[in-house]
């Protein structure tokens, strides 16, 4: 278990008084303050890096598992513009698995409900402040964003768990999460490593792939991965890192964060990429769009789940079932980005075994959705599998990844 400084500190108050109880001059002890700064959990210095042990380590205070790669993402949202012209605005810090699939929304006991009300009752007003100006929604509700970005990530990271601090105060690992978040944001200025370097935000010039690419590298350490929207415009760019002990911050310092390549690759055209700036307004269509038939009930795409190579389907509740009628099941734009998969059951979910459920309980998660392939996806993993096929009459659940002997991809069958 991690050095605990607070209960040392008290033994070695006590054993001094119990000497200077016994003199004729006492010396003053200065006594230890009831709320203790926030990080007083010291890490062994053997700790091994993230990703890189062979054997199991228990220590999770400790150690990020499994989500030992953390990513820093940034923002470039140029229309409609959002945050000061001059920078990539945050958009979180990702505990991602090593492989670079990754879970969300691990604890829904850990959730919070507001951001700014816990920052200001530890004091925090500069942190809120920053964060006011460089981790915007697009939507101009911030604090939604924020409350987001915890529930979905930070309650996947080990080591700001209640269990971590002694004594835990309620939200001080809420605190810790976005010091770190806004503190790591700050070794990576996009905006000005690609200015350094001549690539500046225009409506005429273009840069190449590599351009950008080699500029962050050279300056970051390691490969980022750039993404661009459908028109080709610059739009996000991710760091990747291993970590070696917390997450948190101590003494103000900065978590032992070291630069790794991109797990995935960038989604930019080799050429012509726009860099737009903030303030780029689209010219103005020349001619109206014909009468297309548009959801009005906020259905981005419906149909059947498909199991690829297999007989049957996916029913309401999750599992796979081959006689009968296949359920039908709605894919909603979330959003934050990914897509919520509801049936008549409810939202769909995936546990922390991995099943796939759907109930009305459920919460929404996240999904990915490959529109060339119809294709499910789920924490950057591209198939699912189950156990044994469904005889007759028979429900058989399936799971993300490949923990079954049967694997397949899931297709949404309109």
């Excluded at 008084?17 to 926030?38: A, K, M, R, W, Y």
């Excluded at 691990?106 to 500069?126: A, K, P, W």
Aim: aromatic letters at 12%.
């Amino acid at each position: 278990m991690p050095f605990k400084f607070h209960t040392a500190y008290q033994m070695i108050s006590e054993l001094l008084q119990g000497v200077l109880d016994h003199t004729s001059n006492p010396i003053e002890v200065p006594q230890l303050p009831n709320q203790f700064p926030l990080s007083t959990n010291y890490c062994p210095i053997d700790i091994p890096l993230t990703c890189s042990n062979k054997t199991e380590v228990e220590d999770t205070c400790c150690f990020e598992h499994p989500g030992g790669v953390l990513v820093l993402t940034q923002f470039w949202n140029y229309y409609p513009a959002i945050g000061p012209d001059n920078l990539f605005t945050l958009h979180g810090l990702w505990p991602d698995n090593c492989d670079g699939s990754y879970d969300q929304f691990c604890s829904n006991s850990d959730t919070i409900t507001e951001v700014s009300g816990i920052l200001r009752s530890f004091g925090e007003e500069e942190l809120l402040e920053k964060m006011n100006q460089v981790w915007k929604n697009n939507n101009h509700n911030d604090e939604q964003l924020w409350i987001h970005e915890f529930n979905k990530h930070a309650t996947c990271m080990t080591t700001i768990q209640s269990k971590c601090y002694d004594p835990y105060e309620k939200h001080a690992n809420v605190v810790d999460f976005f010091r770190t978040t806004v503190a790591v944001f700050d070794t990576v200025p996009t905006y000005d490593w690609l200015a350094n370097n001549g690539i500046v935000p225009s409506t005429s010039q273009t840069y190449s792939r590599q351009q950008i690419e080699d500029t962050l590298t050279a300056q970051f350490g390691q490969p980022a991965r750039i993404s661009c929207n459908r028109y080709g415009a610059l739009d996000e760019v991710w760091y990747f890192h291993h970590l070696k002990g917390s997450v948190r911050m101590y003494n103000s310092s900065l978590p032992d964060l070291r630069p790794i390549p991109a797990l995935a690759e960038s989604r930019c055209p080799e050429q012509g990429i726009k860099y737009l700036p903030k303030d780029f307004k689209p010219p103005t269509p020349t001619h109206t769009q014909p009468n297309l038939p548009r959801p009005t009930d906020g259905v981005y795409k419906r149909g059947y789940l498909k199991l690829s190579g297999q007989s049957g389907c996916v029913i309401s509740t999750g599992k796979w079932y081959s006689s009968g009628t296949c359920a039908t099941f709605q894919l909603f734009k979330a959003p934050f980005g990914g897509y919520n998969l509801k049936s008549s059951r409810g939202f769909c979910g995936v546990t922390v075994d991995g099943e796939l459920i759907c109930n009305r309980g459920q919460k929404p998660i996240q999904f990915e959705f490959d529109k060339s392939k119809n294709q499910i996806n789920y924490g950057g993993v591209h198939v699912w599998s189950a156990f044994s096929e469904p005889s007759r009459f028979e429900q058989i659940p399936i799971f993300s990844g490949r923990k079954g002997s049967i694997v397949f991809k899931l297709i949404l069958e309109e």
